[in-house]
């Protein structure tokens, strides 16, 4: 299985602050890399796929870069709504893994 | 706008069979790929398997002889059994599809269901 991890696992910060959340693959994934925003109680929401693509409706304060092994999600001005927990997630090849979230509190 | 909505007993006794299912609307089963998840309390996320519309599937090794996804076009659903449930089956299931943009991310959702194991 490919291992995702994620860092940090949790960070504080204040309204419009940017933060940067990085993901690493145990192996090279290309450019079959999700990012997903979870808030609690919620189902994952899709934000950004293949690296960099934003899906339909998401703010373009979301930003996702990386390749191979290594990717970030930069989220530029923080904003209240931007409480929630992240997740990368490698497609790749099954099993679809995801890294262990990251906590982002404002 | 494709709609997922899961179905199912919240409480399976240990041992037993864990059985939910996913009903699509907004769209048609056909053509797609369709997923199933699970998230214990407190805790991250694990893919289950998923299913073509035409039969065919994919699971995850680590669940593979306790689990079964099928799926029913005529109905516009699929469903998910996990056999010899234990306590660490206890999570919140979601079934999600697959896109089709070739880059196999999950773009729709349901809200989630908690099953708890418990006797």
């Known amino acids: 299985d490919i291992q995702m991890t994620q860092s940090p696992s949790s960070l504080s910060a204040s309204v419009g602050d940017g933060v940067t959340i990085t993901c690493r693959a145990s192996?090279?994934?290309?450019?079959?890399l999700n990012w997903y925003q979870q808030k609690p109680g919620k189902a994952p929401k899709l934000l950004i796929y293949?690296?960099?693509h934003l899906q339909s409706g998401v703010p373009s304060r979301l930003s996702g870069s990386g390749s191979g092994t290594d990717f970030t999600l930069t989220i530029s001005s923080l904003q209240p709504e931007d409480s929630a927990t992240y997740y990368c997630?490698?497609?790749?090849?099954?099993?679809?893994?995801f890294g262990q979230g990251t906590k982002v509190e404002i | 706008q494709v709609q997922l909505q899961e179905s199912g007993p919240g409480l399976v006794k240990p041992s037993e069979t864990l059985s939910l299912t996913c009903i699509v609307s907004?769209?048609?089963?056909?053509?797609?790929?369709w997923s199933w998840f699970r998230q214990p309390p407190g805790k991250g996320l694990e893919w289950i398997g998923y299913?073509?519309?035409?039969?065919?599937?994919n699971y995850n090794p680590s669940l593979k002889s306790r689990v079964t996804i099928s799926v029913d076009t005529s109905k516009n659903q699929f469903s998910l059994k996990l056999s010899s449930v234990t306590t660490a089956d206890t999570a919140v299931y979601f079934c999600?599809?697959?896109?089709?943009?070739?880059?196999?991310?999950?773009?729709?959702w349901g809200q989630g269901t908690l099953v708890t194991v418990s006797s």
């Open positions: 999600a599809r697959r896109d089709t943009s070739g880059w196999w991310s999950f773009d729709y």
């Open positions: 907004g769209g048609s089963i056909s053509s797609h790929y």
């Open positions: 299913i073509y519309y035409n039969g065919n599937t």
């Open positions: 192996q090279s994934i290309g450019s079959y």
């Open positions: 293949a690296i960099s």
């Open positions: 997630q490698q497609s790749y090849s099954t099993p679809y893994t």
